[in-house]
Every structure is written in structure tokens, then in C-alpha cells.
């Protein structure tokens, strides 16, 4: 099998993709607005304990508290203690009390963020738990004389009270080096000891890695033939960290700034991100996401086989397997899983079908778990939820349709455009590019006074005029180079001494007494408006900038 991950990093976000056989199987994105909380270890504060529910509520220091569960807050030994019986969440827990949690997975829609005690530090080829007493061995590694060996260097490196899992990567690495690593995470552990120790809850005392170090953690293994980086700065820092030094042969700075087009990911997160997705032979699956369960439906679509109908149903279905588990890994969709897949009657069929699932599934670093055919022929799995879907980063809840739909965020818009105006300023000799884009996206990439289209000129060395039109939908855009001397009033829809009627929508963001009107997405800076917000008034144009104009409020208008 061909792997190769492509790095694609930039000042705004930093996108990870997994490529196996040249297809897209796995996508990481991190933005520089968001904050990931999976794996970093707070310092909390017990808000609530609810024995009905054998659950606590743990302030962390974000919006929503913290749910840990009976299961995760147990401290080490107390089953051996306690003869295997659950305990009360009230004999482990009391309201007001401080406690070290770690995240085990990110908040999802109205839930907030599930954490344990049971902490978890990993590291190149061990993961240390210093709350537990275990020696364990990664289930990919099949080879018993390997897992031996392993179990053996285990034995004699483990610290005492302390468990460690040996990592995938580990295979065939020497005690000296698991030995290093381990004294590393054991410096770590000790560093986040002292801080808890000196800090009042809720705090946080340890953020886990950033995107790159992450995916050099978890995801290069050895199988991975090639690491393509788009940025020099990204590649330098990769080259300063990675080890072994066989690896660094394996990864290439690129000269291509936008991997993702040349790669076509693009066309395949689009895809990612439709219900139907169709199957090379004409077939199709449907992919439906609920609070509950996720249900897949298989369908043969335009294909109709070429011997009999059996036959058709077995080649659909097993090419179906295949892009289920793509699909799931690619969306990252977890929780429990319902496959209908088209009725088969022959008993062999069923199997091959269940072990294509789980071979598919080996590659697959989240625990899945296939659990057969119902009596309905629908066949059950779980797969663990870790992050958010692919759907959830991408896209947002649309307010056209009440939720019912999707659309793709303001925020991904902008992004997107950022990289077609780039694709634009390479091709066209014009030195004006014009933009005609929904006033939501227009702010986003103006930005405050200007600062990220000022930005945004700099980079591609072309003057950029932005126009926010009310009637086109968010996802809606027209991109268009200006030959010729263009006037540096084009796209400005006010004049100085101009009288206009205009809603107060926002107080300025600086200036708390001014409020901030706009007219076709172009911002109007209202003198002492901040008190009128909501309502409509009438200003005069005193100043008009590039980005922006300053109005005064018509006093005879005030009654």
C-alpha cells in the first residue's frame, strides 16, 4: 500500500491529509480560531455531583462544565479494593473539590467536553497512564515473537503504580530508545504535577501538541512513504523534530503553495460532504447523520450487472464495504452505525462481506467494532466519537432551512475565496481584481479597518476591491479581473455630504459610544450610535475611506 500525508500550512489554518493508494481516507484541520481540547489536562473544580446519573459536572474554565463519569473518575487500585462493585460517585467525588482531568473528547452541539482522571501521556512509541498499573501491546503489531519482546522491555522500563502501552511505531525500535522516550513523558508527568500544584482550579495545565507535532506523533508510521510539505517554515520546524533520521528522507518541501488543488482533495472533501456518493461501478451509498445513530443505505443505482441478479447485489455490496469504511474514516463519523446493505441470500456472501469490513478497518486508528448482521439484515458497528466530524469544521447549521440542510461556514467560505483570488492573481496580468461576495463573507475578509484586505493586497500584490451584495446566498461569489486604470472609487456606494437612511446594527468594536451601520456590506461608522442599534436613521457622510466611511447623525432626524 502507497501512504502519504500531505501537510498544507498557512498563516490562517493548517490542513493534514492522509492518502492511501492515492485516495483521500483522512483529514486533519486546524485553524487559528479554534481551540482544540482533546488530550490537554485541566486543573477543575467539582460544580455538581449527580448520583442518579453516577455523573459529575467539572468547571474546566470554558463555557459549558465538564461531564465525567463514575467509570473515569476512579482512582487507581479501587476495583481490587472494592471486590469489582461500582462505587457511588458521592464516595469519589465531593462539590467544591479540585481535581486533575484530562479531555477525552471534544464538545459536541449542546454537550459539553467528557473528561477522566485516568490521564493519558503519549509520546513516540510508549503512552504512559500514571494512574494505572498495565502493561499493554498495540493490537496492530500481529507478530507474537514481536509482542513478546516488547512485553519483556515493558516489564523492565515500566514504572511502578504506573502502566505504559506500547505504540504501533515500536515495533522493532531498541530498549535504549523506548527508554528515552518513556524518561521524557516521565519529565513531562512531573512538570504537570508541580503546575497543579501551584495553581487554583479551573485551570489548564497542559495543552496538548499542535497539528504537525500530533500527526508526527500519531499518524507517521513506518509504512508511510512519503510527507509532502507546501510550507517552508512548516518543513524547517518538521525537520528540527522528527527522528528517526531514516524518516526525514521521506519528507519533501513542495513547490506547489496549494497541495490540496494539485492533489484534487478539494473535489473529495466536496464530495465527503454530500449524502450520496457514488460507487465506480454505478452503485451508490446514501449517508445520513443523526443525534443518535448514523444510517448508511446501499443501492445499486445505474449499475446491472452481467450475469445475475445475486452476483450484482455481491459486487455492489462489497464495493460499498470498501467506501463505508473510507467514508467514515474520511468524515470521521463515530457512535453507532446501521449498514443496509442490499438483501443477500447466500450465507457466504453475508461473511465476505463482514471480514471486507474488517480488513478495511484494520487501517483505521480509531476502535471499531463490527457486531454482525440483525435479523432484518441490517448490519450493526460502533465507532469510537474522538473529534469532531468532518461536517461540524466545514460547515455550519443553515438558517435558510431551519437546520434541516447544510451549508458551508462564512468562515470556509473565506478561506476558500482567499485561495481562489491566489489561483486568480497567478493567472491574470490585471492589477485590480474584482469581488462580488454576500456582506458576511465581504467582512470576513476585509477585516477590522481594513487590516486583512490590506493583508490579503500585500500577499498577492494586486489591488483587491471587495463588493458585499444583499442578494447573493453565503456560499455565492464572482471573482473578476479589471484591465485598464480603474477609478479608486469603484465599489465605494457613498459620497462625502451624502444623506442616507441607515440601520444601526453593531456598536463600533473600538469605540464603545459609536455604532456601525452598512450599506451593501460596506461598513458606515455612525458618530454616537451605539445607543440606536436596531433602529434606522438618518446620517451624513462626513469621510470616505477605502474600507470604510464615518457618518454623523441628521439631529432634525432625533424627534
Wanted: charged share 30%; proline share 3%.
Amino acid at each position: 500500500m502507497n501512504k502519504e500525508i500531505l501537510i498544507q500550512s498557512n498563516e490562517d489554518q493548517t490542513q493534514v491529509a492522509v492518502l492511501e493508494d492515492d485516495q483521500l481516507v483522512e483529514i486533519y484541520i486546524e485553524r487559528a480560531v479554534s481551540t482544540r481540547l482533546v488530550g490537554s489536562i485541566y486543573k477543575g473544580r467539582v460544580e455538581n455531583v449527580l448520583p442518579g446519573m453516577q455523573a459529575a459536572f467539572v468547571n474546566i474554565g470554558i463555557d459549558k462544565n465538564a461531564f465525567l463519569y463514575v467509570e473515569e473518575a476512579l482512582p487507581h487500585g479501587y476495583g481490587a479494593e472494592n471486590n469489582g462493585n461500582k462505587p457511588n460517585i458521592r464516595d469519589l467525588l465531593k462539590e467544591g473539590q479540585e481535581i486533575l482531568v484530562q479531555v477525552s473528547k471534544e464538545p459536541l452541539g449542546t454537550k459539553g467536553p467528557r473528561v477522566t482522571r485516568q490521564i493519558t501521556l503519549p509520546g513516540r512509541f510508549i503512552v504512559l497512564m500514571p494512574n494505572s498499573d498495565y502493561i499493554g501491546i498495540s493490537r496492530r503489531i500481529n507478530s507474537p515473537e514481536e509482542r513478546e519482546r516488547l512485553k519483556k522491555i515493558g516489564e523492565d522500563i515500566k514504572p511502578e503504580k504506573m502502566g505504559i502501552i506500547l505504540r504501533t511505531v515500536a515495533t522493532g525500535v531498541s530498549m535504549e530508545e523506548i527508554k528515552e522516550d518513556l524518561e521524557n513523558i516521565l519529565s513531562l508527568w512531573k512538570k504537570i504535577l508541580n503546575k497543579s500544584s501551584q495553581v487554583k482550579a479551573p485551570f489548564l495545565v497542559h495543552k496538548d501538541l499542535e497539528l504537525v507535532k500530533r500527526i508526527l506523533r500519531d499518524v507517521v508510521t513506518e509504512d508511510v512513504n512519503r510527507i509532502i510539505v507546501n510550507s517552508r517554515v512548516t518543513h524547517e520546524k518538521i525537520m528540527d523534530i522528527v527522528e528517526p533520521r531514516a524518516l526525514q528522507y521521506k519528507i519533501n518541501l513542495s513547490d506547489d503553495s496549494d497541495l490540496f488543488s494539485k492533489y484534487n482533495i478539494h473535489q473529495e472533501l466536496t464530495r465527503a460532504l454530500k449524502r450520496k456518493v457514488w460507487l465506480k461501478s454505478g452503485g451508490y451509498i446514501v449517508i445520513d447523520q443523526t443525534e443518535a445513530l448514523v444510517s448508511i443505505d446501499v443501492n445499486t443505482g445505474k449499475y446491472i450487472g452481467s450475469t445475475n441478479l445475486e452476483d450484482t447485489v455481491f459486487k455492489t455490496n462489497m464495493e460499498a464495504a470498501v467506501e463505508i469504511a473510507r467514508q467514515l474514516r474520511l468524515r470521521n463519523i463515530g457512535g453507532i452505525i446501521i449498514v443496509d446493505f442490499i438483501d443477500m441470500d447466500t450465507p457466504e456472501h453475508k461473511e465476505e462481506i463482514i471480514a471486507k469490513l474488517e480488513e478495511q478497518f484494520q487501517r483505521d486508528k480509531v476502535k471499531t467494532h463490527i457486531l454482525g448482521l440483525t435479523s432484518l439484515g441490517l448490519l450493526e458497528m460502533t465507532r469510537k466519537k474522538m473529534r469532531h466530524t468532518l461536517s461540524t469544521v466545514l460547515e455550519k447549521t443553515c438558517p435558510c432551512c431551519e437546520g434541516k440542510g447544510t451549508i458551508l461556514s462564512e468562515t470556509t467560505l473565506a478561506f476558500r475565496i482567499k485561495e481562489e483570488l491566489q489561483e486568480t492573481a497567478q493567472r491574470t496580468m490585471a492589477e485590480t481584481i474584482l469581488l462580488k461576495v454576500n456582506p458576511k463573507v465581504a467582512a470576513l475578509l476585509v477585516g477590522p479597518g481594513g487590516m486583512l484586505l490590506k493583508q490579503l493586497e500585500s500577499n498577492l500584490k494586486k489591488e483587491i476591491i471587495i463588493q458585499g451584495k444583499e442578494k447573493l446566498a453565503i456560499d455565492e461569489y464572482t471573482l473578476e479581473p479589471l484591465h485598464g486604470n480603474v477609478d479608486p472609487r469603484y465599489g465605494i456606494p457613498v459620497e462625502e455630504e451624502q444623506l442616507i437612511r441607515i440601520t444601526v446594527t453593531e456598536p463600533h468594536g473600538q469605540r464603545s459610544q459609536d455604532g456601525i451601520g452598512r450599506i451593501a456590506g460596506f461598513v458606515i461608522e455612525i458618530e454616537d450610535g451605539a445607543s440606536l442599534v436596531g433602529k434606522e436613521i438618518l446620517v451624513e457622510i462626513t469621510k470616505v475611506f477605502r474600507t470604510y466611511a464615518k457618518a454623523v447623525i441628521v439631529k432634525d432626524y432625533l424627534e
